[in-house]
């Protein structure tokens, strides 16, 4: 029946065109859906746990701050326990400390992360915008810092200056205690609570600034290798831990972060559900036009001995060449938008909003393949119902008249 070509002016053909349309705006919509929803919740994701860490390890006295209290002890038999975990890919010791960067006109608060020699600093190239990560030794202290393009451009600060720092003393009275680093890097991170605050420099001046010992940590920085096993990584190696110390998957420390793109995933759902409706509801109206405008046609199969099954199958194919269609449109419409949007970042978006600058998208190739044969089955296994009409059609009433 497809193979023939439909007249133009024929009502099934005009019909057979809006479901078609229909198909392929609704896997167009679905895919644009999914790509830029798995895009920002990626994005967001990484970025905060970069700058974070999956999963924090520290005493539990320091749960509800930013900064590093108390110390713990860093210990080669806890650092041993968390990996054994297997999911465990990368673990460096951290610690914390509130202070300010001045210079003669002008002042910021940052936070300052003291990270140790071993740190892995190529998580954060992706982010770097300007010169070199600081470069630590296991005996010197670094005055080397790594700052954030929003404070440098607050500062009025560049490559190679030199900026005095104050921190509040280890008993929290007196005279606070002035520090001056060099800057050798700038990053830009697009998330504003980072790119406002976080300032990166040698674990042993946060361990000089707080008055401990050079085995004594804030805490360790853990990272994951299968995000989607965090929670129960997190339990795993709270079980191994002493009593003092707790494990705190990101998703804790940044609840309402994580909770709203969570309701990403919910709003991809309805877009869903609301396509598959409207291309279904688009095929059936056609195959109902279909079959009626056929049904002398198949009156004559019957009366030809081809049973009910057989006729049903025949319009059921006819279907899926139509949707078919629809589908490869759709997915030149939705592939087209992932391709431009990823290589050319066409769409901006407020930073302060969304944590990005570029609306990110991410779909595989097999997320692609599964959305089109699902789309596929569940379409034809519903269109099966109008298909029934088919039962319906008398040979002898279809065919009397010439």
């Given at each position: 029946?497809?193979?023939?070509?439909?007249?133009?002016?024929?009502?099934?053909?005009?019909?057979?065109?809006?479901?078609?349309?229909?198909?392929?705006?609704?896997?167009?919509?679905?895919?644009?859906?999914?790509?830029?929803?798995?895009?920002?919740?990626?994005?967001?994701?990484?970025?905060?746990?970069?700058?974070?860490?999956?999963?924090?390890?520290?005493?539990?006295?320091?749960?509800?701050?930013?900064?590093?209290?108390?110390?713990?002890?860093?210990?080669?038999?806890?650092?041993?326990?968390?990996?054994?975990?297997?999911?465990?890919?990368?673990?460096?010791?951290?610690?914390?400390?509130?202070?300010?960067?001045?210079?003669?006109?002008?002042?910021?608060?940052?936070?300052?992360?003291?990270?140790?020699?071993?740190?892995?600093?190529?998580?954060?190239?992706?982010?770097?915008t300007q010169g070199t990560f600081p470069s630590f030794d296991s005996q010197l202290t670094s005055d080397e810092i790594l700052i954030s393009e929003v404070i440098a451009s607050r500062l009025n600060l560049k490559l190679g200056?030199?900026?005095?720092?104050?921190?509040?003393?280890?008993?929290?009275?007196?005279?606070?205690?002035?520090?001056?680093?060099?800057?050798?890097?700038?990053?830009?991170?697009?998330?504003?609570?980072?790119?406002?605050?976080?300032?990166?420099?040698?674990?042993?001046?946060?361990?000089?600034?707080?008055?401990?010992?050079?085995?004594?940590?804030?805490?360790?920085?853990?990272?994951?290798?299968?995000?989607?096993?965090?929670?129960?990584?997190?339990?795993?190696?709270?079980?191994?831990?002493?009593?003092?110390?707790?494990?705190?998957?990101?998703?804790?420390?940044?609840?309402?972060?994580?909770?709203?793109?969570?309701?990403?995933?919910?709003?991809?759902?309805?877009?869903?559900?609301?396509?598959?409706?409207?291309?279904?509801?688009?095929?059936?109206?056609?195959?109902?036009?279909?079959?009626?405008?056929?049904?002398?046609?198949?009156?004559?199969?019957?009366?030809?001995?081809?049973?009910?099954?057989?006729?049903?199958?025949?319009?059921?194919?006819?279907?899926?060449?139509?949707?078919?269609?629809?589908?490869?449109?759709?997915?030149?419409?939705?592939?087209?938008?992932?391709?431009?949007?990823?290589?050319?970042?066409?769409?901006?978006?407020?930073?302060?909003?969304?944590?990005?600058?570029?609306?990110?998208?991410?779909?595989?190739?097999?997320?692609?393949?599964?959305?089109?044969?699902?789309?596929?089955?569940?379409?034809?296994?519903?269109?099966?119902?109008?298909?029934?009409?088919?039962?319906?059609?008398?040979?002898?009433?279809?065919?009397?008249?010439?």
């Open positions: 029946m497809r193979g023939q070509k439909q007249h133009k002016s024929t009502v099934s053909a005009r019909i057979i065109n809006i479901a078609t349309t229909a198909v392929a705006i609704g896997i167009a919509a679905i895919l644009i859906a999914i790509s830029t929803s798995q895009g920002l919740q990626k994005e967001i994701q990484k970025k905060t746990s970069v700058f974070n860490g999956h999963i924090l390890v520290t005493l539990f006295e320091n749960n509800e701050s930013q900064v590093s209290l108390l110390p713990m002890i860093d210990s080669d038999s806890i650092r041993n326990q968390i990996k054994e975990e297997i999911n465990i890919e990368k673990i460096h010791s951290v610690a914390l400390k509130a202070g300010m960067l001045k210079t003669d006109s002008d002042f910021e608060g940052i936070l300052f992360k003291g990270v140790s020699e071993n740190f892995d600093w190529t998580s954060l190239s992706s982010f770097k200056d030199r900026v005095e720092a104050f921190f509040q003393n280890s008993t929290g009275q007196g005279i606070p205690k002035r520090r001056r680093f060099t800057i050798v890097g700038i990053y830009f991170s697009g998330f504003p609570d980072v790119d406002e605050n976080l300032v990166y420099g040698d674990l042993k001046q946060v361990q000089r600034l707080n008055e401990w010992d050079s085995n004594q940590i804030g805490g360790y920085e853990l990272f994951v290798s299968n995000f989607k096993y965090l929670q129960q990584t997190a339990n795993n190696i709270y079980d191994k831990l002493p009593s003092d110390l707790n494990s705190i998957p990101i998703t804790d420390r940044f609840y309402g972060i994580f909770q709203w793109i969570s309701l990403f995933d919910f709003n991809v759902l309805i877009i869903l559900i609301v396509m598959l409706l409207v291309g279904v509801i688009n095929m059936a109206t056609a195959l109902l036009v279909l079959i009626l405008e056929r049904s002398r046609m198949i009156g004559l199969l019957k009366a030809l001995g081809a049973n009910n099954f057989l006729i049903q199958k025949i319009f059921l194919y006819n279907g899926t060449l139509i949707m078919a269609k629809g589908l490869f449109w759709g997915n030149i419409i939705g592939l087209g938008f992932y391709f431009s949007q990823h290589y050319f970042g066409w769409i901006t978006l407020d930073p302060e909003t969304y944590f990005v600058s570029v609306a990110p998208v991410s779909i595989s190739f097999s997320e692609v393949l599964a959305l089109n044969i699902f789309f596929l089955v569940i379409s034809v296994l519903l269109l099966w119902i109008p298909s029934k009409i088919i039962l319906n059609i008398v040979p002898s009433k279809v065919l009397r008249f010439r």
